[in-house]
C-alpha cells in the first residue's frame, strides 16, 4: 500500500520559513519523480515545485522560484519542500505527490502523477 504522508506545515508570520517533508512508503521511491502541489481557498491545485528520481533536476512555479527549495534523501525516501521569505498567498494545503517517468513539460501537471498524500496546512498571516 502506498502511503504518503506530509508533515510540517503550520501557523506562521509573513517572512518566516516552513520546511514540509513527505515521507513515502509502499513504492520505489528512489526511482520516482516527486513534487509538491498547493491549493488554496477557493483554488485549484497548483504546481509549486518537482524533483526527479535522480534529484539531478528541479523545476519551481514562478510564484516561488527564489524562495523555495525542494530537495530528495533517498535513502529516508523522503522528499523536502524548503520555503522562505513566505507570503500570505502562499496560504494552501501542501500536497506531496509521486509519478515516473516524468520529463521537463509534463512535471507541471497534477494529472500526471499517480499518488498524493493527505496534504499539510500552511497558514501565513500578514
Known amino acids: 500500500q502506498v502511503q504518503l504522508v506530509e508533515s510540517g506545515g503550520g501557523l506562521v508570520q509573513a517572512g518566516a520559513s516552513l520546511r514540509l517533508s513527505c515521507a513515502a512508503s509502499g513504492l520505489p521511491f528512489s526511482t520516482n519523480d516527486m513534487a509538491w502541489f498547493r491549493q488554496g481557498p477557493g483554488k485549484e491545485r497548483e504546481f509549486v515545485a518537482a524533483i526527479f528520481w535522480s534529484g539531478s533536476s528541479t523545476y519551481y512555479a514562478e510564484s516561488v522560484k527564489g524562495r523555495s527549495t525542494i530537495s530528495r534523501d533517498n535513502a529516508k525516501n523522503t522528499v523536502y519542500l524548503q520555503m522562505n521569505s513566505l507570503k500570505p498567498e502562499d496560504t494552501a494545503v501542501y500536497y506531496c505527490?509521486?509519478?515516473?517517468?516524468?520529463?521537463?513539460?509534463?512535471?507541471?501537471?497534477?494529472?500526471?502523477?499517480?499518488?498524493w498524500g493527505q496534504g499539510t496546512q500552511v497558514m501565513v498571516s500578514s
Open positions: 505527490a509521486s509519478g515516473k517517468g516524468l520529463s521537463r513539460w509534463s512535471v507541471r501537471n497534477k494529472y500526471n502523477y499517480d499518488y
